[in-house]
């Protein structure tokens, strides 16, 4: 099992930055896929990105050169850095975790955190 825990939403103006941070515990994460996803009001969750052993990352094309996961193994963390924020980027942000390896479908994933909301004004 794998609890996961977001933080570091809130509200932001447009052009803004913001971190948020996944905090896990139950097992290491270092072989894991760490996926973040995202839902906005009346719409799907949908993919953000995923981050695998190493430095290895997809990402959708919506946030591609603005946002960047990482991770700490040691401290069992993941982050998704989001730059340049846009309005379209409100939304959920949900951490989670795949036995598989770089999935984007949330149906992969075994593990989710409750999410934190991320909204950017105009």
């Known amino acids: 099992q794998v609890q996961l825990v977001e933080s570091g939403g809130g509200l932001v103006q447009a052009g803004d930055s913001l971190r948020l941070s996944c905090a896990t515990s139950g097992r290491t994460i270092s072989t894991l896929t760490m996926g973040w996803f995202r839902q906005a009001p009346g719409k799907e969750r949908e993919f953000v990105g995923a981050?695998?052993?190493?430095?290895?990352?997809i990402y959708t094309d919506a946030v591609k050169g603005r946002f960047t996961i990482s991770r700490d193994n040691a401290k069992n963390t993941v982050y998704l850095q989001m730059n340049s924020l846009k309005p379209e980027d409100t939304a959920v942000y949900y951490c989670?975790?795949?036995?598989?390896?770089?999935?984007?479908?949330?149906?992969?994933?075994?593990?989710w955190g409750q999410g934190t909301q991320v909204t950017v004004s105009s």
């Open positions: 981050h695998w052993s190493g430095s290895t990352t």
């Open positions: 989670a975790a795949s036995l598989y390896i770089l999935r984007r479908t949330s149906t992969s994933y075994h593990y």
